[in-house]
């Protein structure tokens, strides 16, 4: 047996993208806009919009897991253990991130914890840049290849600290971080651009936490309104 071939198997699953994950992609979208239709008293969106929509369907979350799943887990609208103690995002949260970011095609895009890298590739179908910030070598290093293996040229990961921003890349139309801080780390604010909205959850790993819209407005007041009650990972901050 070759070992070596199989690990280069294992860590980048085999991606077809032919119709293997349609009807639990179909299944899947169905639920996201009841839960959107269910939640609009907190987030104010009562559907996902079509890009969003079209953003999620073009994706194959299957690709972004360490091991290839079964379709019914990969389109279970459930997070998922990807290793190290983190996860991929539960779809729901993915859309909604996507959706309160309000992406143009022109947007630049930062987002502080790539993970398995599926919320980037979202995010990526529908802006013209994502700049994608990890902390684990490893999963920067996975999401690195399935990026490269689906064709996402408009995504650039960095192995970093996040709460730190990509400065040389700033100002970002949208930050999206996929991790919870207990206070917005104020290079992200700086690193914003006016007229730029970031999406952030705001508690600690235990406690009650927020999805947090932040505004900034055209003369740079930065303004926040805590939306909904979520349960994410801690954003690690080396530099608090
Ligand atoms: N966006 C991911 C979900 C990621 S889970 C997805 O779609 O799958 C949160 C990620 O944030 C974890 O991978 C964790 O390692 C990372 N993280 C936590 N603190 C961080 C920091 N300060 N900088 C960069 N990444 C961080």
């Not at 169905?30 to 919009?49: C, D, P, V, Y």
């Not at 996402?152 to 970093?160: G, L, R, S």
């Amino acid at each position: 047996m070759n070992n070596a071939a199989n690990q280069t198997a294992k860590s980048v699953p085999d991606i077809n993208p032919g119709e293997e994950n349609k009807v639990e992609l179909d299944r899947l979208i169905q639920i996201l806009q009841r839960e959107a239709a269910e939640t609009a008293g907190w987030t104010g969106r009562k559907r996902f919009s079509d890009p969003v929509i079209d953003a999620i369907r073009r994706v194959p979350r299957h690709a972004f897991f360490p091991e290839r799943p079964s379709m019914f887990e990969a389109y279970a609208n459930r997070p998922y253990p990807i290793g190290f103690g983190q996860t991929i995002s539960q779809p729901y949260i993915v859309a909604l991130m996507t959706e309160l970011a309000d992406l143009t095609p022109t947007a630049r895009v930062l987002e502080v914890g790539t993970g398995s890298g599926y919320q980037a590739a979202v995010l990526a179908e529908l802006a013209q840049d994502v700049f994608t910030i990890e902390r684990i070598e490893e999963l920067a290093q996975h999401a690195k290849r399935v990026f490269k293996t689906l064709g996402y040229a408009n995504i650039h990961v960095a192995h970093d600290d996040g709460s730190k921003g990509w400065a040389e890349h700033a100002p970002y139309d949208v930050i999206v971080v996929t991790a919870a801080a207990q206070k917005i780390p104020k290079a992200l604010i700086d690193q914003l651009a006016p007229g730029g909205r970031m999406i952030i959850p705001i508690g600690g790993q235990w406690d009650p936490q927020s999805l947090t819209l932040g505004i900034k407005d055209q003369a740079g007041k930065f303004t926040k309104v805590p939306l909904l009650p979520v349960a994410f990972v801690p954003l690690v901050c080396t530099n608090a």
